[in-house]
Protein backbone atom coordinates (compact mmCIF):
# COMPACT_ATOMS: atom_id res chain seq x y z
CA UNK A 1 0.00 0.00 0.00
CA UNK A 2 1.18 3.49 -0.90
CA UNK A 3 2.93 5.46 2.29
CA UNK A 4 0.43 8.45 3.38
CA UNK A 5 1.44 11.42 1.16
CA UNK A 6 0.74 13.67 3.60
CA UNK A 7 3.83 13.38 6.06
CA UNK A 8 4.11 16.67 8.22
CA UNK A 9 7.82 16.20 8.78
CA UNK A 10 8.47 16.86 4.81
CA UNK A 11 8.06 20.10 3.69
CA UNK A 12 9.91 20.37 0.35
CA UNK A 13 10.54 17.62 -2.19
CA UNK A 14 13.68 17.82 -4.43
CA UNK A 15 13.01 15.91 -7.24
CA UNK A 16 16.12 14.74 -9.88
CA UNK A 17 15.41 13.05 -13.21
CA UNK A 18 18.90 11.09 -14.22
CA UNK A 19 19.16 8.81 -17.10
CA UNK A 20 22.70 7.28 -17.55
CA UNK A 21 23.98 10.16 -14.74
CA UNK A 22 26.13 7.83 -13.08
CA UNK A 23 29.46 9.64 -13.56
CA UNK A 24 28.05 13.39 -12.90
CA UNK A 25 25.67 12.56 -9.95
CA UNK A 26 28.90 12.96 -7.02
CA UNK A 27 29.93 16.04 -8.52
CA UNK A 28 26.71 17.46 -8.83
CA UNK A 29 26.02 16.92 -5.51
CA UNK A 30 29.17 18.33 -4.82
CA UNK A 31 27.51 21.90 -6.28
CA UNK A 32 24.61 21.24 -3.90
CA UNK A 33 25.98 20.45 -0.77
CA UNK A 34 26.84 24.02 0.31
CA UNK A 35 22.76 24.89 -0.08
CA UNK A 36 21.90 21.88 2.09
CA UNK A 37 21.79 23.93 5.27
CA UNK A 38 19.45 26.62 3.78
CA UNK A 39 17.27 23.94 2.02
CA UNK A 40 16.38 22.35 5.81
CA UNK A 41 17.14 18.52 5.41
CA UNK A 42 15.64 17.10 8.25
CA UNK A 43 12.23 18.56 6.23
CA UNK A 44 13.16 17.81 2.67
CA UNK A 45 13.07 14.74 0.62
CA UNK A 46 15.26 13.71 -2.18
CA UNK A 47 13.06 12.21 -4.98
CA UNK A 48 15.89 10.75 -7.92
CA UNK A 49 13.93 9.15 -10.36
CA UNK A 50 16.13 7.08 -12.87
CA UNK A 51 15.05 7.01 -16.18
CA UNK A 52 15.64 3.49 -17.38
CA UNK A 53 19.46 4.18 -17.66
CA UNK A 54 22.32 1.50 -18.69
CA UNK A 55 24.99 3.01 -16.58
CA UNK A 56 24.55 2.56 -12.81
CA UNK A 57 22.22 5.76 -12.14
CA UNK A 58 20.38 3.95 -9.77
CA UNK A 59 22.96 2.52 -7.24
CA UNK A 60 25.22 5.91 -7.70
CA UNK A 61 22.15 8.25 -6.50
CA UNK A 62 22.02 5.35 -3.72
CA UNK A 63 25.64 6.06 -2.70
CA UNK A 64 25.54 10.21 -3.04
CA UNK A 65 22.32 10.81 -1.25
CA UNK A 66 21.75 7.54 0.93
CA UNK A 67 23.24 9.73 3.90
CA UNK A 68 20.87 12.62 3.58
CA UNK A 69 17.69 11.86 6.50
CA UNK A 70 15.09 11.57 3.38
CA UNK A 71 15.76 9.88 0.12
CA UNK A 72 14.06 7.93 -2.25
CA UNK A 73 15.40 6.13 -5.78
CA UNK A 74 12.39 5.39 -8.24
CA UNK A 75 13.65 3.61 -11.41
CA UNK A 76 11.69 4.01 -14.91
CA UNK A 77 11.04 0.17 -16.28
CA UNK A 78 12.51 2.25 -19.78
CA UNK A 79 14.30 5.21 -20.83
CA UNK A 80 10.64 7.76 -21.44
CA UNK A 81 12.30 10.61 -21.44
CA UNK A 82 12.87 13.48 -18.97
CA UNK A 83 8.89 15.21 -19.12
CA UNK A 84 7.81 11.54 -17.95
CA UNK A 85 10.73 11.28 -15.00
CA UNK A 86 9.62 14.65 -13.84
CA UNK A 87 5.84 13.61 -13.65
CA UNK A 88 6.59 10.38 -12.17
CA UNK A 89 8.98 12.78 -8.81
CA UNK A 90 5.77 15.09 -9.11
CA UNK A 91 3.73 12.08 -8.64
CA UNK A 92 5.10 10.83 -5.21
CA UNK A 93 6.14 14.39 -3.47
CA UNK A 94 5.41 14.38 -0.30
CA UNK A 95 6.59 18.07 0.47
CA UNK A 96 3.93 20.77 -0.17
CA UNK A 97 6.99 22.55 -2.08
CA UNK A 98 8.12 20.81 -4.76
CA UNK A 99 11.64 21.55 -6.53
CA UNK A 100 12.95 19.54 -9.99
CA UNK A 101 16.87 19.90 -11.01
CA UNK A 102 19.02 18.75 -13.33
CA UNK A 103 20.89 15.91 -11.95
CA UNK A 104 24.50 18.51 -12.15
CA UNK A 105 23.14 20.80 -10.74
CA UNK A 106 23.98 23.44 -13.32
CA UNK A 107 22.06 26.20 -11.77
CA UNK A 108 23.85 27.43 -8.68
CA UNK A 109 21.80 25.57 -6.12
CA UNK A 110 22.21 28.70 -3.95
CA UNK A 111 19.25 30.09 -5.98
CA UNK A 112 16.94 27.00 -4.45
CA UNK A 113 16.14 28.26 -1.38
CA UNK A 114 14.91 31.93 -2.51
CA UNK A 115 12.88 29.96 -5.55
CA UNK A 116 11.12 27.74 -2.78
CA UNK A 117 9.73 31.02 -0.67
CA UNK A 118 8.85 32.84 -4.07
CA UNK A 119 5.73 29.90 -3.82
CA UNK A 120 4.44 31.76 -1.36
CA UNK A 121 3.20 34.55 -3.75
CA UNK A 122 3.24 32.00 -6.95
CA UNK A 123 2.36 28.76 -8.03
CA UNK A 124 5.09 28.12 -9.97
CA UNK A 125 8.54 30.19 -10.07
CA UNK A 126 10.60 29.47 -13.32
CA UNK A 127 14.16 29.85 -12.87
CA UNK A 128 15.68 32.01 -16.03
CA UNK A 129 19.20 32.01 -17.29
CA UNK A 130 18.40 35.07 -19.16
CA UNK A 131 20.48 38.38 -19.04
CA UNK A 132 19.40 41.62 -20.90
CA UNK A 133 17.06 39.19 -22.33
CA UNK A 134 19.24 36.74 -23.77
CA UNK A 135 20.88 33.53 -22.90
CA UNK A 136 24.31 33.06 -23.60
CA UNK A 137 25.85 29.94 -23.97
CA UNK A 138 29.52 29.32 -24.17
CA UNK A 139 29.11 28.35 -28.04
CA UNK A 140 27.60 31.00 -30.64
CA UNK A 141 25.89 27.90 -32.23
CA UNK A 142 24.10 27.06 -29.03
CA UNK A 143 23.02 30.37 -28.19
CA UNK A 144 21.23 31.05 -31.34
CA UNK A 145 19.85 27.45 -31.61
CA UNK A 146 18.17 28.68 -27.77
CA UNK A 147 16.56 31.69 -29.31
CA UNK A 148 15.35 30.00 -32.13
CA UNK A 149 13.64 27.83 -30.02
CA UNK A 150 12.55 30.16 -27.42
CA UNK A 151 10.86 31.69 -30.28
CA UNK A 152 9.10 28.74 -31.41
CA UNK A 153 7.85 28.11 -27.99
CA UNK A 154 6.32 31.46 -27.95
CA UNK A 155 4.64 30.80 -31.27
CA UNK A 156 3.14 27.90 -30.21
CA UNK A 157 2.50 27.73 -27.01
CA UNK A 158 1.50 31.67 -26.09
CA UNK A 159 4.27 31.68 -23.24
CA UNK A 160 5.90 34.59 -23.01
CA UNK A 161 9.02 33.14 -20.73
CA UNK A 162 12.73 33.88 -22.06
CA UNK A 163 14.17 30.82 -20.72
CA UNK A 164 11.38 27.48 -19.98
CA UNK A 165 14.15 25.47 -20.72
CA UNK A 166 16.26 26.45 -17.14
CA UNK A 167 17.30 23.22 -15.07
CA UNK A 168 15.45 24.65 -11.98
CA UNK A 169 11.83 25.38 -11.21
CA UNK A 170 10.33 25.14 -8.32
CA UNK A 171 6.26 24.36 -7.71
CA UNK A 172 3.61 24.79 -5.90
CA UNK A 173 2.64 20.56 -4.89
CA UNK A 174 -0.92 20.69 -5.91
CA UNK A 175 -0.82 22.64 -9.23
CA UNK A 176 2.91 20.82 -9.87
CA UNK A 177 0.51 17.61 -9.27
CA UNK A 178 -2.06 18.59 -11.81
CA UNK A 179 0.52 19.92 -14.04
CA UNK A 180 2.05 16.14 -14.07
CA UNK A 181 -1.59 14.67 -14.93
CA UNK A 182 -2.53 17.03 -17.71
CA UNK A 183 1.06 16.95 -19.17
CA UNK A 184 1.61 14.08 -22.41
CA UNK A 185 5.26 15.53 -23.53
CA UNK A 186 7.63 12.54 -22.38
CA UNK A 187 11.03 14.75 -23.84
CA UNK A 188 12.52 17.72 -23.23
CA UNK A 189 9.76 19.85 -23.83
CA UNK A 190 7.96 19.24 -21.52
CA UNK A 191 8.69 22.52 -19.82
CA UNK A 192 7.36 24.33 -22.63
CA UNK A 193 4.03 22.19 -21.90
CA UNK A 194 3.46 22.79 -18.44
CA UNK A 195 4.00 26.52 -18.88
CA UNK A 196 1.42 26.26 -21.46
CA UNK A 197 -0.61 24.59 -18.95
CA UNK A 198 -0.05 27.08 -16.23
CA UNK A 199 -1.18 29.74 -18.61
CA UNK A 200 -4.62 27.59 -19.71
CA UNK A 201 -5.21 26.92 -16.26
CA UNK A 202 -4.31 30.86 -14.73
CA UNK A 203 -1.97 29.96 -12.30
CA UNK A 204 1.14 32.29 -11.21
CA UNK A 205 4.16 31.90 -12.98
CA UNK A 206 7.17 34.00 -11.39
CA UNK A 207 10.48 34.03 -13.68
CA UNK A 208 13.75 34.43 -11.12
CA UNK A 209 16.71 35.18 -12.30
CA UNK A 210 19.86 32.39 -12.19
CA UNK A 211 22.97 32.05 -12.43
CA UNK A 212 24.55 28.88 -13.68
CA UNK A 213 27.72 26.96 -15.14
CA UNK A 214 27.73 25.07 -18.58
CA UNK A 215 28.42 21.77 -16.92
CA UNK A 216 30.22 19.34 -19.63
CA UNK A 217 28.48 15.82 -20.12
CA UNK A 218 25.16 16.29 -20.74
CA UNK A 219 23.30 13.23 -21.70
CA UNK A 220 21.02 15.11 -24.35
CA UNK A 221 21.90 14.56 -28.05
CA UNK A 222 22.41 17.85 -29.37
CA UNK A 223 21.62 16.63 -32.87
CA UNK A 224 18.20 14.33 -32.26
CA UNK A 225 17.15 16.20 -29.16
CA UNK A 226 16.27 19.49 -30.93
CA UNK A 227 14.25 17.67 -33.57
CA UNK A 228 12.25 15.70 -30.89
CA UNK A 229 11.54 18.94 -29.28
CA UNK A 230 9.99 20.85 -32.10
CA UNK A 231 8.10 17.74 -33.15
CA UNK A 232 6.35 17.86 -29.78
CA UNK A 233 6.05 21.79 -29.79
CA UNK A 234 4.56 21.80 -33.19
CA UNK A 235 1.72 18.89 -31.59
CA UNK A 236 1.01 21.00 -28.77
CA UNK A 237 -1.53 23.23 -30.30
CA UNK A 238 -3.97 20.10 -31.24
CA UNK A 239 -3.24 18.54 -28.30
CA UNK A 240 -6.60 17.46 -26.16
CA UNK A 241 -5.47 17.35 -22.21
CA UNK A 242 -8.28 15.32 -21.31
CA UNK A 243 -8.42 13.21 -18.26
CA UNK A 244 -10.97 10.84 -16.14
CA UNK A 245 -12.59 12.54 -12.93
CA UNK A 246 -14.38 11.56 -10.11
CA UNK A 247 -17.15 14.13 -9.23
CA UNK A 248 -17.76 14.55 -5.87
CA UNK A 249 -19.40 16.93 -2.92
CA UNK A 250 -17.64 20.26 -2.76
CA UNK A 251 -16.71 19.75 0.71
CA UNK A 252 -14.92 16.17 0.71
CA UNK A 253 -12.62 15.75 3.19
CA UNK A 254 -8.80 15.46 2.51
CA UNK A 255 -8.97 12.32 4.75
CA UNK A 256 -11.52 10.63 3.13
CA UNK A 257 -10.10 10.78 0.19
CA UNK A 258 -6.65 10.09 1.10
CA UNK A 259 -8.25 6.33 2.76
CA UNK A 260 -10.27 6.11 -0.27
CA UNK A 261 -6.83 6.18 -2.66
CA UNK A 262 -4.93 4.57 -0.18
CA UNK A 263 -7.50 1.50 -0.74
CA UNK A 264 -7.19 1.82 -4.65
CA UNK A 265 -3.61 1.41 -4.37
CA UNK A 266 -3.39 4.44 -6.16
CA UNK A 267 -1.49 8.19 -5.66
CA UNK A 268 -1.03 11.09 -7.29
CA UNK A 269 -4.29 12.43 -7.36
CA UNK A 270 -5.01 16.01 -7.58
CA UNK A 271 -8.46 17.64 -6.04
CA UNK A 272 -10.08 20.25 -7.79
CA UNK A 273 -12.30 22.16 -5.54
CA UNK A 274 -15.34 24.70 -7.27
CA UNK A 275 -17.96 26.49 -5.36
CA UNK A 276 -20.59 23.53 -6.21
CA UNK A 277 -18.69 20.54 -6.36
CA UNK A 278 -15.37 19.04 -6.69
CA UNK A 279 -13.15 17.05 -9.27
CA UNK A 280 -10.84 14.46 -8.22
CA UNK A 281 -8.20 14.30 -10.98
CA UNK A 282 -6.65 10.89 -12.47
CA UNK A 283 -3.72 10.04 -14.99
CA UNK A 284 -5.18 9.04 -18.26
CA UNK A 285 -4.44 5.40 -17.25
CA UNK A 286 -6.36 5.75 -14.04
CA UNK A 287 -10.05 4.68 -14.53
CA UNK A 288 -9.93 1.51 -13.46
CA UNK A 289 -9.04 3.05 -9.90
CA UNK A 290 -11.45 5.97 -10.72
CA UNK A 291 -14.25 3.65 -10.55
CA UNK A 292 -13.36 2.01 -7.36
CA UNK A 293 -13.36 5.73 -5.60
CA UNK A 294 -16.56 6.49 -7.29
CA UNK A 295 -17.94 3.85 -5.54
CA UNK A 296 -16.29 4.49 -2.29
CA UNK A 297 -16.77 7.94 -2.06
CA UNK A 298 -20.40 8.27 -3.75
CA UNK A 299 -18.85 9.91 -6.80
CA UNK A 300 -19.61 10.18 -10.57
CA UNK A 301 -17.01 9.20 -12.94
CA UNK A 302 -16.31 11.60 -15.98
CA UNK A 303 -13.39 12.82 -18.16
CA UNK A 304 -12.90 16.66 -18.10
CA UNK A 305 -10.93 19.28 -20.46
CA UNK A 306 -8.45 21.95 -19.30
CA UNK A 307 -11.40 24.24 -19.09
CA UNK A 308 -13.09 22.47 -16.40
CA UNK A 309 -10.09 23.00 -13.93
CA UNK A 310 -10.29 26.63 -14.51
CA UNK A 311 -11.14 29.02 -10.98
CA UNK A 312 -10.89 25.61 -9.11
CA UNK A 313 -8.61 25.34 -6.04
CA UNK A 314 -6.22 22.89 -6.15
CA UNK A 315 -4.53 20.25 -3.50
CA UNK A 316 -2.23 17.48 -3.97
CA UNK A 317 -4.07 14.00 -2.28
Known sequence: MPPDPNDPAIATTVIVPAFNEAARLGRGFGRLEPALDDLDVEHTEFVIVDDGSTDDTAREALAVYGDLPHHLVVQQPSNRGKGAAVRLGVAVARGE????????????????????????????????????????????????????????????????????????????????????????????????????????????????????????????????????????????????????VVVVAADVSLDALGHAARAARVQGLVLARGPEDALIVFARDGAIAATSIAATLGGVLRTTDVGGLVGRSIEAV
Not at 108 to 122: F, G, Q, V
Open 97 to 244: RVLAVDADMAIDPRHYPTMLNELERADLVAGSRAHDGHIRYESRTRTVAGRVFNRLVRHYTGVTLVDTQCGAKAFRRGPARLLGLLGVVDGYAYDAEFFLLARQLGLTVLAHPVTWEDVRGSTVHLRSAPLSMIADLRALPRTKHVNP
